[in-house]
């Protein structure tokens, strides 16, 4: 009898504790719920990415773990070594970074040529085994030199990578940076400039980063700029004019309008938040800056 007791008596506390864990579940489920229900529905129009620089206090892992909230898919400008833990977390890097010198030692010098070279040599066959498909360059700056030759100079050293990127799927980008106010003397600093140098080059695999900040800048005229460009256009930047922050409405451009316009031409590839928050809360502009660009 006493046995029998004792028997009933576990029973009885392993019942309370399935119930307590049962309900327990359904409370995280609950609470998994509201935390998807909070998360931005983005709409499937743009694939987006965000700039890791801007976000230098909040570590990598962190900021992984809140891109699916925030509806990010990549989180780029990252090289070789970071690529693994965006992987983890199901992530791209949209833009991999490592293989350049620095934005004013360029292509357009072709004493930069060799090195250059040897690290986007190296650097394709890695990005296209991480299934990376863009890697960033720069002009450099012109340091005296005219945009005819700097343009000579870029397509000299670029041909002689395209063979490499285009066996390897990867497309090497360059960006398009003012140099009134940010990058005195950059050379690919209008679009017209950087359409004719991938003309020059003549491949697929070689097009410009058109960062929407840096161009409102030197030349305006964003919406009608990119339909005419559009086809060499690879990848976008976002950022607010003037300062680079926040794309909200306490700046000059309205971005629904700009995503619109990129949208219809087809374009298929990423657009990257590229703002400095200037709130206190990071991820929360962040958050606004996708749901502005989701259209």
Not at 55 to 70: H, M, W
Not at 135 to 140: D, K, L, T
Not at 166 to 174: F, Q, R, Y
Request: hydrophobic fraction near 35%; aromatic fraction near 8%; glycine fraction near 8%.
């Amino acid at each position: 009898m006493k046995m029998e007791n004792n028997r009933r008596k576990v029973l009885k506390k392993i019942a309370g504790s399935t119930a307590m864990l049962t309900a327990t579940g359904a409370i995280f489920n609950r609470l998994d719920a509201a935390e998807r229900a909070m998360a931005p529905e983005v709409k499937g129009n743009v694939n987006h990415s965000v700039c890791k620089w801007c976000y230098g206090d909040i570590p990598l892992e962190e900021l992984c773990k809140a891109s699916e909230k925030l509806g990010l898919s990549s989180i780029e400008l990252l090289g070789p070594k970071d690529w693994p833990t965006l992987k983890k977390y199901g992530l791209t890097c949209a833009m991999g970074n490592g293989a350049e010198i620095g934005l004013t030692q360029g292509w357009n010098h072709t004493e930069y040529h060799e090195q250059l070279i040897k690290n986007y040599t190296e650097a394709i066959p890695l990005a296209a085994k991480a299934g990376i498909k863009n890697i960033i360059c720069f002009s450099g700056n012109r340091n005296g030199m005219d945009d005819e030759t700097g343009m000579i100079n870029c397509a000299k050293g670029l041909r002689k990578i395209m063979s490499q990127a285009e066996k390897n799927g990867v497309t090497i980008v360059m960006e398009l940076l003012n140099s009134k106010v940010n990058h005195k003397d950059y050379q690919c600093d209008h679009t017209a400039w950087g359409a004719a140098l991938c003309e020059m080059v003549g491949s697929d695999n070689f097009k410009l980063l058109y960062d929407i900040y840096h161009m409102q800048i030197m030349e305006g005229d964003v919406i009608a700029t990119i339909n005419k460009y559009h086809p060499y256009i690879a990848h976008y930047h976002t950022g607010g004019v003037p300062g680079r922050n926040e794309i909200d409405e306490s700046q000059e451009l309205y971005y629904p309008a700009i995503m619109k316009a990129i949208t219809e031409t087809g374009f298929k590839g990423f657009v990257a938040q590229e703002f400095i928050p200037k709130r206190e809360d990071k991820l929360a502009s962040l958050k606004q800056g996708i749901e502005i660009c989701d259209v």
